[in-house]
């Protein structure tokens, strides 16, 4: 198994610009994450998926913000227009759904700059 | 007051030394617990789960009080390689919602 697949794995944008980050969960996991780390504020959850369909976006700081997952195989985070606040790590990890202790497979990451 | 807290490090100790973490939630309705363990510029990765009678896997001691809302994590004989960022992680709602301490760093030193 590949594990969890995340593109770009480093992005470089100006602000203002659109920035798309993608993700493919480990197959069979019917749950998926996204999460954002900072220095400051540690690891963050923004919005997790189950079964393709949002279940929390509480966690999204704002409307430039916005999360899809057309298909069980894929999902995406796109930030417009981007801000040099959003400089971060953002993850993406999956798991099987149901239980308590289900563990959730991280991918490794897209480093953004937002200049 | 935040989610879930953790001792401030770093943890600076030498090889074969026993170094122990606490963490403590505030939330008293957490289903399950665990300890993350993530290396600089890596993703997370489970170290272990943390059970209500408390479990241990080879070096590793993970504890449980809930009367008082407080995780342990206790490694005995470390190595360098022990050295990184330990996460403690509170689940509140059935696997969907883990919330992550910020996290202390460990240095295992030669």
């Known amino acids: 198994d590949a594990g969890v697949i995340q593109s770009p794995r480093h992005e470089v944008t100006e602000m203002g610009q659109e920035v798309t980050l993608r993700c493919k969960p480990i197959?069979?996991?019917?749950?998926l994450f996204w999460y954002r780390q900072t220095m400051m504020r540690g690891l963050e959850l923004l919005i997790y998926?189950?079964?393709?369909?949002?279940?929390?976006d509480s966690g999204m700081p704002e409307d430039r913000f916005s999360a899809k997952m057309p298909n069980a195989s894929f999902s995406t985070l796109k930030i417009q227009p981007s801000e040099p606040r959003d400089s971060a790590v953002y993850f993406c990890?999956?798991?099987?759904?149901?239980?308590?202790?289900?563990?959730?497979?991280f991918g490794p990451g897209t480093r953004l700059t937002v200049l | 007051r935040k989610e879930v807290e953790q001792d401030p490090g770093p943890f600076n100790v030498p090889e074969g030394a026993t170094v122990a973490f606490n963490c403590t939630y505030s939330?008293?309705?957490?289903?399950?617990f665990f300890w993350y363990r993530q290396d600089c510029r890596k993703e997370p990765k489970l170290l272990m789960s943390?059970?209500?009678s408390g479990n241990e896997d080879g070096r590793f001691t993970a504890q449980l009080n809930r009367a008082s809302q407080y995780i342990s994590l206790l490694i005995r004989d470390s190595k360098l390689s022990d050295s990184a960022t330990y996460l403690c992680?509170?689940?509140?709602?059935?696997?969907?919602?883990?919330?992550f301490g910020p996290g202390t760093r460990l240095s295992v030193l030669p």
């Open positions: 990890a999956s798991s099987e759904r149901g239980g308590d202790y289900n563990e959730q497979f």
């Open positions: 992680v509170v689940n509140n709602n059935y696997g969907q919602n883990f919330v």
């Open positions: 939330n008293s309705a957490s289903q399950s």
């Open positions: 998926f189950n079964n393709n369909v949002p279940i929390d």
């Open positions: 943390v059970y209500s």
């Open positions: 197959s069979g996991h019917n749950s």
